[in-house]
């Protein structure tokens, strides 16, 4: 319980420390606008990207086969995150900006050939299941165990 | 693991006990994938304290000036890692996400201190990962400046970590020890059920591993801006040196720095110490020529051949003890990183220079002419581009 107590007391230090480091640069770090802008952070987490994560889940529940969803899944995560990463890139305004070197890749088509290549990986790893369950059941029916390959 | 119902009915569905009716959301993933996230951020931590540590140099702890490559793998693994760290986060968030209406939504003052410390960490680790990727994309939606923000804001992740490990520990040992096909959601009993539990399981382990996948696959198609031989799978990558004709991207131009006319004018001197150098004279001294990276606080670096004067011989001649820190001063009128300041030991280290050349070319306007400083291990924002004076601190 005491080290317990004092990793909590550590936190709390530290937390602390980075408030102070608000106070002691009070024009640099906009003490309103960066409230405002955790505040913004929630927002988006909690009542944006959780509800459409949780939306997401809900269809793979009805709109794909049991023996599919564990790989429909993983795919969809898979894209969410490059997803995350790759929208700030493809919308800020400063794509390929006065120096021609920050942001030149053409982001949406690469999110696009990110897709395919994930859409290809699914549908290969959805044919591989289904080799493996036809397998399966041919050997249920015949009394044998199938192999190990 | 929350206790919902109490005596005031809840206000809206979602606060309902079977809200959240999916036992997806178990301990065991819960617990790992915080384990992960754990790693992530602190090793996003620590890489973020040395680069603060060479932007704002404590004189009790002066920062050697290698390994050449010391800062080049510091900043690239503090942006790979927070980026990797996004779907981990977002798993995360969801796999806790029906506490978030736990009813009462406070039942007294330690409940009300655990779930604000919980908010903190989530706001604060939001923001750490949300603030990073729109500086890379060079997206400012606030008005706080992003160093001294992140900073802060990242002593505050830490903190509210350990607070929440200090606070959740007996549920993470719990969690931990639980299995993927555990049925028993309750903080005291996590049994394992296989046959129940198998569909269960596997939904979790995709949650787990689909996670980690996406946290692959970013790294993969982001790290080439770092890590040259996966430069060809950057599809996603913020900078693309390999495509850059020197080789070297440019973050701030000439002409955004409102250097265009004083560089090129014929009155340009150089001040080094009680010296002052035409850009004839500054050639005529005995140059060197050094290979090293420019590595940005973005996290890309690439490296590049640079020819010039040894810093540590202008220093000599102006007039400069061989302990003084020295601040290099830019033609740039103002800015954030108009000047920065040399310690010794990059002042004198053989391979800083003041360079006039970057491939055997004078150095274009963008990459700093007439003259910008040059050093091993350093960010790239310290590496002052248009130096017109190098004085004493």
Request: charged share 15%.
């Amino acid at each position: 319980m005491s080290g317990r107590r004092v990793v909590g007391g550590i936190g709390v230090a530290a937390i602390a420390f980075g408030g102070l480091q608000v106070l002691l640069n009070l024009e640099a770090a906009s003490p309103f606008g960066l409230a405002a802008f955790l505040v913004a952070v929630v927002i988006l987490d909690d009542l944006v990207l959780m509800p459409l994560a949780l939306a997401a889940g809900w269809l793979v529940g009805r709109a794909v086969p049991p023996a599919a969803r564990s790989s429909v899944r993983v795919a969809l995560i898979v894209f969410a995150g490059l997803l995350l990463v790759g929208l700030p890139f493809a919308l800020s305004p400063s794509r390929d900006g006065e120096s021609g070197t920050l942001l030149t890749q053409p982001y949406v088509r690469n999110l696009g050939v990110l897709a395919a290549i994930i859409a290809t990986g699914l549908a290969l790893d959805l044919v591989r299941r289904r080799a493996r369950r036809a397998r399966e059941d041919r050997a249920t029916a015949t009394g044998t165990t199938p192999s190990l390959e | 693991m929350s206790a919902r119902g109490g005596s005031a009915p809840p206000p809206l569905p979602v606060f309902a006990e079977d809200a959240f009716p999916s036992r997806t959301r178990h301990p065991w993933l819960v617990v790992r994938l915080g384990a992960i996230l754990g790693v992530a951020i602190t090793v996003c931590f620590v890489t973020g304290i040395v680069s603060h540590l060479h932007q704002h140099p404590l004189a009790w702890l002066p920062l050697p000036a290698g390994p050449v490559w010391g800062y080049r793998v510091n900043q690239g693994l503090h942006v790979a890692t927070g980026l990797a760290s996004i779907p981990i986060f977002v798993a995360k968030l969801w796999s806790v996400y029906p506490h978030l209406f736990t009813w009462p939504a406070v039942r007294d003052p330690r409940h009300a201190l655990e779930r604000l410390s919980v908010g903190l960490l989530a706001a604060a680790t939001g923001f750490e990962l949300v603030t990073g990727v729109l500086n890379l994309a060079h997206l400012y939606l606030w008005s706080f400046l992003f160093p001294v923000a992140h900073y802060a804001v990242a002593w505050v992740v830490v903190g509210s970590v350990l607070l929440h490990l200090a606070v959740k520990w007996p549920l993470v040992v719990q969690g931990w020890k639980s299995r993927a096909d555990a049925t028993v959601v309750d903080d005291h009993e996590l049994e394992a059920d296989p046959a129940a539990g198998a569909e269960e399981a596997v939904t979790r382990r995709a949650v787990l591993w689909g996670s980690v996948a996406a946290a692959a696959a970013i790294t993969t198609v982001t790290v080439g801006q770092s890590l040259r031989p996966l430069g060809w799978a950057g599809l996603l990558a913020p900078r693309s040196p390999q495509d850059v004709p020197t080789g070297i991207p440019i973050n701030r131009t000439a002409a955004s720095a409102g250097v265009l006319v004083s560089i090129v004018s014929d009155d340009y001197r150089l001040r080094v110490g009680d010296q002052v150098f035409t850009l004839a004279q500054l050639s005529a001294l005995p140059q060197v020529e050094v290979e090293l990276p420019i590595a940005c606080v973005e996290g890309w670096s690439a490296s590049g051949v640079w020819g010039g004067v040894r810093l540590r011989d202008l220093l000599d001649l102006g007039g400069i003890p061989q302990d003084a820190t020295v601040r290099a001063v830019s033609l740039e009128a103002e800015g954030l990183y108009s000047s920065a300041e040399v310690t010794p030991s990059f002042s004198r280290h053989p391979d800083t220079l003041l360079a006039l050349r970057l491939g055997g070319q004078v150095l274009s306007h963008d990459h700093g002419y007439p003259v910008r400083l040059i050093a091993p291990n350093r960010p790239g924002v310290l590496q002052t581009k248009w130096v017109s004076r190098v004085e004493i601190v």
